[in-house]
C-alpha cells in the first residue's frame, strides 16, 4: 500500500537526503587545494599530473588514470580540479593521480 503519508515521508527523506549530498559538495568546493608535499598525499604519490607519476615506485600506474575517472573523485569531469574524498574533500587536480586511485563505476 502506498498511502500518502508513506509518500510524505518518502519525500522528506529523499530532500533530506540530496540537501545532505548538495551541502557536503559546497562545503568541499572552499577547501584547500591537495600540495603534492603534504604528508598524506607524499605516502600515497599524489601528482598534479599523472604523468609525474613514480613509475618506480607505482608499475602499475597507467596515464590513463586521473582523478577525474577516479571512484574517489567528486567534481564533474569536466572541472579543472575537485574535491577527493580520500583527502578529506581537499581540491586535487582532475588530471592528478595518486596510489588509491579506483577506476569510477560507469
Ligand atoms: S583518490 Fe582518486 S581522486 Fe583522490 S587523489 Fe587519488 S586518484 Fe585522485
Known amino acids: 500500500m502506498d498511502t500518502p503519508?508513506?509518500?510524505r515521508i518518502f519525500l522528506r527523506h529523499a530532500v533530506a537526503a540530496g540537501t545532505a549530498v548538495l551541502t557536503s559538495r559546497v562545503a568541499a568546493?572552499?577547501?584547500p587545494k591537495l600540495q603534492e608535499n603534504d604528508p598524506q598525499a607524499m605516502a600515497l604519490g599524489y601528482k598534479e599530473d599523472t604523468t609525474k607519476a613514480d613509475k618506480a615506485k607505482f608499475p602499475?600506474?597507467?596515464p590513463s588514470q586521473k582523478c577525474s575517472n577516479c571512484q574517489f573523485y567528486l567534481g564533474?569531469?569536466?572541472d579543472a580540479?575537485?574535491?577527493?574524498?580520500v583527502f578529506g574533500g581537499k581540491?586535487?587536480?582532475?588530471?592528478?593521480?595518486?596510489s588509491t586511485w579506483v577506476k569510477k563505476a560507469a
Open 91 to 98: 581540491q586535487v587536480a582532475a588530471n592528478g593521480w595518486c
Open 5 to 7: 503519508n508513506r509518500r
Open 60 to 62: 602499475k600506474h597507467d
Open 81 to 85: 580540479m575537485g574535491p577527493c574524498s
Open 76 to 78: 564533474k569531469p569536466t
Open 29 to 31: 568546493q572552499g577547501a
